[in-house]
């Protein structure tokens, strides 16, 4: 892989988050995508949610699997864990690190070839799992390192820049991982950051599987009139469900607010998200009406973006487990292997 680092030197007076960190602490290399591609935006938004949640760069791990989205992680958070896997690979090679250290936090960054083809069945398990983590698909509908094949993703009757109408069904990654369990879905466009910001803050401070669908145009293969993926037709067609602010834990504040204008949401850790309700009748916490609703959207040609389902009270992959709360790598030997009297008790029990 080819990468252009940046210049260590900086302004002395750029601004400071809590942690005494820059803007440029959490960038990464320069970026060799397309200009103006919708991956570099989402990375960007990463930086500005990492920035803004004093978030420690070395307590991220970053993994992902192959493609234009899996080169992007090379361009945020420079000085955290990664990790590129091979095609489709990266959910199980982080539900692994995951497992070792449970201290980090998991960043998994991704594609729709990536996810919905190769690493579709990948995708379902580790979602399933409820593993911690934040899983990103950067989503744009093509192949475009392989100069723009639909992808998994496509929907039926785009049009490809060369005029080829797809004919196959779309895989719908938001609907699928709400149908096997996700306890945080949201999806939005990369040309939104006042929006995808507050979604990356809160999924990375979420406890459970924490899914993003981001609609990432592709401006080489994927960005003209007949696409559904394309910047003029998500700003055209895009359907808010609420509008997204996030709010770090802080003494409680007790407030009256009219009905159907903004709903607090409190996660598992004291941190809440604030949600400016636009349809009054959508509920954040009922998985089946957000696959109801996604349902009629997609049928009336509408991208549905925001907060769709957020579960509080859900578990992890290793509460799931019942693991230790020490990390497993952080166990000695005497811990790992605790004797012969200890196996015999444990295979009595299977006796």
Same mark, same amino acid.
């Given at each position: 892989m080819t990468y252009i680092v940046k210049p260590t030197f900086h302004h002395p007076g750029l601004p400071k988050n809590a942690l005494g960190y820059t803007h440029r602490d959490y960038e990464g290399s320069v970026s060799t995508l397309c200009a103006g591609c919708g991956h570099d935006s989402i990375s960007a938004a990463i930086i500005q949610a990492c920035f803004e949640l004093n978030i420690e760069p070395h307590r991220v791990a970053k993994l992902s699997g192959i493609g234009c989205s899996s080169k992007t992680p090379?361009?945020?958070?420079?000085?955290?864990?990664g990790f590129n896997s091979v095609h489709?690979?990266?959910?199980?090679?982080?539900?692994?690190? &995951?497992? @070792?250290?449970?201290? *980090?936090?998991?960043?998994?960054?991704s594609?729709?070839?990536d996810s919905a083809s190769i690493g579709l069945g990948q995708f379902a398990h580790v979602v399933r799992r409820g593993v911690n983590m934040t899983y990103i698909v950067e989503n744009n509908g093509v192949y475009g390192l392989t100069k723009g094949q639909f992808s998994a993703t496509a929907d039926r009757?785009?049009?490809?820049?060369?005029g080829a109408i797809n004919s196959d069904s779309p895989i719908d990654l938001v609907s699928m991982a709400l149908q096997l369990g996700a306890t945080f879905v949201g999806r939005s466009f990369s040309g939104?950051?006042?929006?995808?910001?507050?979604?990356?803050?809160?999924?990375?401070?979420?406890e459970g599987a924490a899914f993003l669908d981001v609609i990432s145009p592709c401006i080489a293969f994927n960005n003209h009139p007949g696409s559904t993926k394309s910047f003029d037709y998500v700003r055209?067609? &895009?359907? @808010?469900?609420?509008? *997204?602010d996030f709010i770090t834990g802080r003494a409680p504040i007790h407030v009256d607010y009219e009905p159907g204008t903004v709903e607090i949401v409190e996660q598992h850790d004291g941190t809440t998200i604030a949600l400016r309700k636009l349809d009054a009748e959508y509920d954040v916490h009922d998985r089946r009406a957000a696959m109801n609703f996604?349902?009629?959207?997609?049928?009336?040609?509408?991208?549905?973006?925001?907060?769709l389902y957020l579960e509080t009270d859900g578990e992890d992959l290793h509460a799931h487990l019942g693991t230790v709360d020490k990390p497993l790598n952080a166990l000695g030997e005497r811990e790992l292997c605790p004797g012969s009297a200890a196996?015999?008790?444990?295979?009595a029990r299977l006796r």
């Amino acid at each position: 892989m080819t990468y252009i680092v940046k210049p260590t030197f900086h302004h002395p007076g750029l601004p400071k988050n809590a942690l005494g960190y820059t803007h440029r602490d959490y960038e990464g290399s320069v970026s060799t995508l397309c200009a103006g591609c919708g991956h570099d935006s989402i990375s960007a938004a990463i930086i500005q949610a990492c920035f803004e949640l004093n978030i420690e760069p070395h307590r991220v791990a970053k993994l992902s699997g192959i493609g234009c989205s899996s080169k992007t992680p090379t361009y945020f958070l420079g000085n955290s864990h990664g990790f590129n896997s091979v095609h489709g690979r990266m959910p199980s090679v982080l539900t692994g690190a &995951n497992l @070792a250290n449970c201290d *980090l936090i998991y960043l998994g960054v991704s594609g729709d070839g990536d996810s919905a083809s190769i690493g579709l069945g990948q995708f379902a398990h580790v979602v399933r799992r409820g593993v911690n983590m934040t899983y990103i698909v950067e989503n744009n509908g093509v192949y475009g390192l392989t100069k723009g094949q639909f992808s998994a993703t496509a929907d039926r009757g785009s049009k490809s820049k060369r005029g080829a109408i797809n004919s196959d069904s779309p895989i719908d990654l938001v609907s699928m991982a709400l149908q096997l369990g996700a306890t945080f879905v949201g999806r939005s466009f990369s040309g939104d950051k006042k929006q995808l910001v507050p979604l990356i803050k809160a999924a990375l401070e979420h406890e459970g599987a924490a899914f993003l669908d981001v609609i990432s145009p592709c401006i080489a293969f994927n960005n003209h009139p007949g696409s559904t993926k394309s910047f003029d037709y998500v700003r055209e067609h &895009n359907e @808010a469900v609420n509008r *997204l602010d996030f709010i770090t834990g802080r003494a409680p504040i007790h407030v009256d607010y009219e009905p159907g204008t903004v709903e607090i949401v409190e996660q598992h850790d004291g941190t809440t998200i604030a949600l400016r309700k636009l349809d009054a009748e959508y509920d954040v916490h009922d998985r089946r009406a957000a696959m109801n609703f996604l349902m009629e959207r997609q049928a009336a040609g509408e991208v549905v973006t925001g907060l769709l389902y957020l579960e509080t009270d859900g578990e992890d992959l290793h509460a799931h487990l019942g693991t230790v709360d020490k990390p497993l790598n952080a166990l000695g030997e005497r811990e790992l292997c605790p004797g012969s009297a200890a196996l015999e008790q444990f295979n009595a029990r299977l006796r």
